[in-house]
């Protein structure tokens, strides 16, 4: 298989969509189900591109029975490419190519600040229709940072309590991180840290917001604006029996409660030989067993998120600059931004 298939770069129009796919549980799907709808956004006749930011346990070459994929994210961190669109590699599925995230070079999962931001960057300007990433499990600030970065916000849980709290913390991490970033400026960002580490226990996260309304409404509407159009989805998979897509649902219940986001289940896909026989094969789902009903399903889900408006969630969003109006003091200038 020839894996050359360098995307251009666009910097003034990048990604137009991205959709990002967490769940903080290891073992879950997300790999899977990352790479089902990316592919079948391509069957849709989109030009996508599915990066695996699971820089630590990358695998997502080997569901696509692509045995040497190169070093993808690692050759931008090694500076041997300049551009991460030149690491795309051909998945033998017509209109979707990967950004692998294999790196010859062990300890790629602790990259520094700067070389995230870059790669971040990069990752924005992809000259796609979209670019879905897999963010592997966990809720390090590297994997929430990845989540963050999109316009949708995925997470796949199993209707398991385990499965449950870990997405919902993994879903908390990057609702205070989003809402950090937003702030702004460093005085706005040590307010908003303050009064989001004071909500502690069951706290919920629209109080705080409401309290720092008291002190500065302009960035209480920024923190608002985040929330609103934070763009969170669910998917529960493996499903054994229907009862399970309770559990799935609590989920949203808790986000909204809780986080003062919307989370809407896009639906369930069942536990399933058709989807073990796929990873095995090297195969996706969706080209092996394309008319199984979890294939169906994934499908349902990706027509579900085609609908969605993407640029009026993209535009809700207000981040603040990092600096305004006499905003920024010398003390504040000096001291180390919080990350
Ligand atoms: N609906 C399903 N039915 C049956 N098996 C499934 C289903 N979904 C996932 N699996 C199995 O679970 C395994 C783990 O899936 P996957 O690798 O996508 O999880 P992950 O969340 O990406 O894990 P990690 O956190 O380690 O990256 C797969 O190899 C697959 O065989
Ligand atoms: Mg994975």
Do not use: W
Not at 13 to 22: D, E, K, L, M, N
Not at 171 to 189: D, E, N, T
């Amino acid at each position: 298989m020839s894996h050359a298939s360098p995307k251009k770069q666009h910097s003034t129009v990048g990604a137009r969509r991205i959709i990002a796919v967490g769940g903080g549980k290891g073992g879950v799907g997300k790999s899977v189900l990352s790479a089902n709808i990316a592919v079948s956004f391509a069957e849709r006749g989109q030009d996508v591109v599915l990066i695996d930011a699971d820089l630590g346990m990358a695998n997502a070459h080997t569901l696509f029975s692509i045995e040497r994929p190169g070093k993808g994210l690692g050759a931008v961190l090694d500076k041997e490419v300049a551009n991460l669109s030149e690491t795309c590699v051909a998945t033998g599925v017509p209109n979707l190519s990967l950004i692998p995230g294999t790196s010859a070079s062990p300890g790629t999962a602790n990259i520094n600040h700067g070389q995230k931001q870059k790669l971040l960057r990069q990752v924005r300007n992809l000259d796609a229709d979209l670019v879905v990433i897999d963010c592997g499990a966990g809720a390090a600030y590297n994997t929430l940072d990845f989540f963050a970065l999109a316009d949708t916000r995925l997470v796949v849980v199993t209707p398991q309590i385990t499965s449950i709290q870990n997405a919902y913390g993994f879903l908390k991490g990057a609702v205070h991180r989003i809402l950090i970033q937003a702030a702004g400026s460093p005085r706005r960002k040590q307010l908003v840290s303050a009064e989001l580490s004071n909500a502690r226990g069951v706290a919920k996260l629209p109080d705080a917001v409401a309290r720092i309304a008291l002190e500065d409404p302009e960035l209480a509407a920024a923190l608002h604006s985040q929330l609103q159009h934070f763009g969170g989805r669910v998917i529960g998979n493996y499903i054994y029996e229907p009862k399970e897509e309770l559990i799935v649902q609590t989920m949203g219940r808790l986000c909204r409660d809780f986080l003062g986001i919307q989370a809407t289940t896009l639906g369930t896909i069942p536990a399933s030989k058709h989807m073990h026989a796929s990873v095995n094969a090297r195969v996706p789902l969706l080209n092996r067993h394309g008319s199984e009903p979890l294939a169906v399903m994934v499908r349902q889900i990706a027509a579900l998120l085609a609908n969605e408006d993407v640029q009026h969630q993209r535009n809700g969003r207000i981040a603040l600059p990092r600096a305004n109006r006499g905003d920024l003091s010398y003390a504040e200038a000096a001291a180390p931004m919080i990350h």
